[in-house]
DNA sequence: ATGAGATGGTGATTTAAATCACGGTCTTCA
DNA sequence: TGAAGACCGTGATTTAAATCACCATCTCAT
């Protein structure tokens, strides 16, 4: 099987390219299935060349919070970091849309850093990129209401989707955002109030305008 | 002025050593002064010889929600992270105990990569780690309740302290856990009653034991 | 078509936390 | 020494959110 890796990943070098089509191991997840999940050791590097990643971070009782997506051309930045020594994963990623993953083994991670600049500025991309991410779900987390907190969401969803139409399950939301469905189901009910949204039929909603 | 960076960057090579020694600048901070501000651009990369740095998040309103520390031996995360571009700092660091910090250069960084062995060890640690205690601070953020919270700040600070004794000031804790100095007060008290802490004069406090 | 299971809406109640209001106790320094 | 300023404690009230209770839909397989 051909992957096109150049366009999920524009910037890598031709040599890496061939590299990875040489080393990486491919794998297709099905929508709801788990990519990574909390205590599992990383075995390899995993980049995301199509589909839709969505991580959480786990408590105890098994409480899923969203903390943010991976998209194609991206990476689990802690399968990276975990590289050196043998890491357990302190996440939990889930499969949204049908995803193509390679996997890459973490030997490769330090000798491709030296040997690839595309790899090396990459590799310094995913942290920055997942550490400012981490810093606004904390933001979000920290300062914000939870009408705040569900319009910040809707956002992302809408973003994340691009489509103003979503497929929302308020009892999922509730769950991501660590809350319950009445008060998810109540604030919906607002921000149609408000105009924000249009609740259509099924778990469909309309966002029409997420700015107060 | 002779630093004893071996001693604070003991994993560190001679030749790395000798290299900061001499393309460092050092920087001296008093308690109270901030060392990086929110918004502003990184002209190098951070390295904390001696003291302890109190790491914030801020709102618009400026409201500060406290991260984590960082001590001698470790680095700004952010700092290293804004290397290739000109970033801004997303965090505020103000000065615990006075802090001698080294200032490198960002070009060098990209350059010790390649160069120095304990230095890529040292920037992927720095990473890790940050990560890590930010993916922690979110955990008490988004599933502990006000109580728990406090417990969780009072046995951090117990452990960079190395101390049973704290100086608190309740309106201080109450900024930094995004709460209210009349909340904290209440379940300072009900710390108190059930043995974990003892309040003693002014703003000092006795842990006595945090498990519950 | 019907009953099970998943989802959603909503009133009532409880709870955690924030806020208000006020007075008390330190420290300090002119 | 005594007034200002920085803390702290605590009752009362309000608010946001969680929880409880219950019924309404919708979907889907038999």
Redesign the pocket.
């Known amino acids: 099987m051909k992957l096109d890796l150049r366009n999920a990943f524009p910037n890598f070098e031709i040599k890496l390219i061939e590299n990875l089509e040489d080393k990486a191991e491919i794998k297709i997840f099905e929508p709801g299935e788990v990519l990574m999940k909390t205590g599992q050791y990383f075995k390899s590097i995993l980049l995301i060349v199509d589909g839709l990643i969505k991580v959480y971070r786990e408590d105890e009782e098994g409480q899923e919070y969203f903390i943010y997506y991976l998209q194609p051309g991206q990476a689990c930045a802690l399968s990276m970091m975990s590289a050196s020594k043998q890491e357990k994963s302190e996440v939990l990623g889930k499969v949204v849309n049908k995803t193509t993953v390679i996997a890459i083994p973490l030997e490769y991670m330090d000798q491709w850093m030296h040997d690839y600049k595309s790899w090396y500025n990459f590799v310094l991309e995913t942290y920055r990129k997942r550490f400012e991410e981490l810093l606004i779900t904390l933001d979000h987390t920290a300062f ?6 569900l319009i910040l969401y809707l956002k992302r969803e809408q973003l994340i989707h691009r489509t103003s139409i979503l497929t ?5 939301v ?1 769950q991501e955002l ?12 607002k921000l149609a109030e408000r105009g924000m949204i249009k ?1 259509l ?3 469909l909603i309309e966002i029409i305008n997420l700015e107060y």
């Not at 914000?144 to 907190?149: G, V």
């Not at 660590?178 to 009910?189: D, F, H, T």
């Open positions: 914000r209401n939870m009408d705040e907190k929302i399950n308020n009892t999922e509730a660590n809350s319950s469905r009445e008060v998810i189901s109540r604030l919906m009910k609740q039929k099924n778990q």
